[in-house]
Nanobody
Framework: VQLQASGGGLVQAGDSLRLSCAAS????????MGWFRQAPGKEREFVAY????????AYADSVKGRFTISRDKFKKTVHLQMNSLKPEDTAVYYC?????????????WGQGTEVTVSS
């Protein structure tokens, strides 16, 4: 599975952004897709995941109610809609894939897209 994240940028607090992750590869079928982020000087942290059929999702407490993960498995894309952005959401965001629902242990990673939220 190869992953390509896009959609990052510089926004103001309260604004919205939509990140996308395009997947390719014959082995994409059945994979759980997740979003992670790494802020400067901090460890990478889980943001959200979505099951293969889109029926199950999970979010970090810090983004619950503001971020929404979705996927179009036919187009092999996953999106992260980020609303009411805060300066503490500033980070490089990565999409990832794995088999099986989990907040860790992802096997495949994209290159990251940078999100900067100014106050």
């Amino acid at each position: 599975v190869q992953l390509q994240a896009s959609g990052g940028g510089l926004v103001q607090a309260g604004d919205s952004l939509r990140l996308s992750c395009a997947a390719s590869g014959r082995t994409f079928s059945g994979h759980v897709m997740g979003w992670f982020r790494q802020a400067p000087g901090k460890e990478r942290e889980f943001v959200a995941y979505i099951s293969w059929d889109g029926g199950l999702t999970a979010y970090a407490d810090s983004v619950k109610g503001r971020f929404t993960i979705s996927r179009d498995k036919f187009k092999k894309t996953v999106h992260l809609q980020m609303n009411s952005l805060k300066p503490e959401d500033t980070a490089v965001y990565y999409c990832a894939a794995r088999l099986g629902l989990s907040r860790s242990g992802y096997d495949h990673w994209g290159q990251g897209t940078e999100v900067t939220v100014s106050s």
